[in-house]
Nanobody
Framework: VQLQASGGGLVQAGGSLRLSCAASGRTFSRSAMNWFRQAPGKEREFVAGIDWLSTNTLYADSVKGRFTISRDNAKNTVYLQMNSLKPEDTAVYYC?????????????????WGKGTLVTVSS
């Protein structure tokens, strides 16, 4: 699966952004999809994941209640709706396809990574 993330940008604290990740390849609909992020000087961290049927989602505690992950298998696209953004959400956001159908949080469990899109939240 090849992935291309988009939708990042500069937003004020309290604002919203919607990230998209377009996938190519036959295995998208059979893979759990995830968003990770990496802030400057920090390790890449799991943000949100959704299983192959959109039955289950999982969120990092830091974004729970503010971010929503969704997918459209007909469009081979996964989304991350980010509301009530905070300066600490500033990071490069990456979409990633799991090797399996269920959500996993470990970066090592990912099969493919997109190039990332920068989200900057100003205070």
């Amino acid at each position: 699966v090849q992935l291309q993330a988009s939708g990042g940008g500069l937003v004020q604290a309290g604002g919203s952004l919607r990230l998209s990740c377009a996938a190519s390849g036959r295995t998208f609909s059979r893979s759990a999809m995830n968003w990770f992020r990496q802030a400057p000087g920090k390790e890449r961290e799991f943000v949100a994941g959704i299983d192959w049927l959109s039955t289950n989602t999982l969120y990092a505690d830091s974004v729970k209640g503010r971010f929503t992950i969704s997918r459209d298998n007909a469009k081979n696209t996964v989304y991350l709706q980010m509301n009530s953004l905070k300066p600490e959400d500033t990071a490069v956001y990456y979409c990633a396809a799991s090797r399996v159908k269920v959500v996993t949080t470990a970066p090592g469990g990912m099969d493919s990574w997109g190039k990332g899109t920068l989200v900057t939240v100003s205070s």
